[in-house]
Nanobody, 123 residues
Framework: QVQLVESGGGLVQAGGSLRLSCAAS????????VGWFRQAPGKEREFVAA????????YYSDSVKGRFTISRDNAKNTVYLQMNSLKPEDTAVYYC????????????????WGQGTQVTVSS
């Protein structure tokens, strides 16, 4: 069993930065790949970024590539999402999730989800 809690969301102006954290509990957290997803009002939840259990491989959606960086610290049971050059279209609730699947696992393969943290980017 893995429990996930996101933090670090907030209101920021366009061009600004935020760092989201995903704190996990559970002895086997380090064996899971972790992804970040987001959901804007009226839209489906979409993939943002993922990282393997070792942290050696990452994967990003085209919309955030070059602006966002995912990383993890297994000693602290925490995964981070550094978001730079934020745009109003990045406004959404951001969720972290864990999967026993691969780096490219589809959304339905993620077994554990956090409650989400709101990110709002003003223009």
């Amino acid at each position: 069993q893995v429990q996930l809690v996101e933090s670090g969301g907030g209101l920021v102006q366009a061009g600004g930065s935020l760092r989201l954290s995903c704190a996990a509990s559970g002895r086997t957290f380090s064996s899971y790949a972790v992804g970040w997803f987001r959901q804007a009002p009226g839209k489906e939840r979409e993939f943002v970024a993922a990282i393997t259990w070792s942290g050696g491989n990452t994967y990003y959606s085209d919309s955030v590539k070059g602006r966002f960086t995912i990383s993890r610290d297994n000693a602290k049971n925490t995964v981070y999402l550094q978001m730079n050059s934020l745009k109003p279209e990045d406004t959404a609730v951001y969720y972290c999730a864990a999967t026993a699947g691969s780096l490219y696992a589809p959304r339905y393969s993620y077994d554990y989800w956090g409650q989400g943290t709101q990110v709002t980017v003003s223009s």
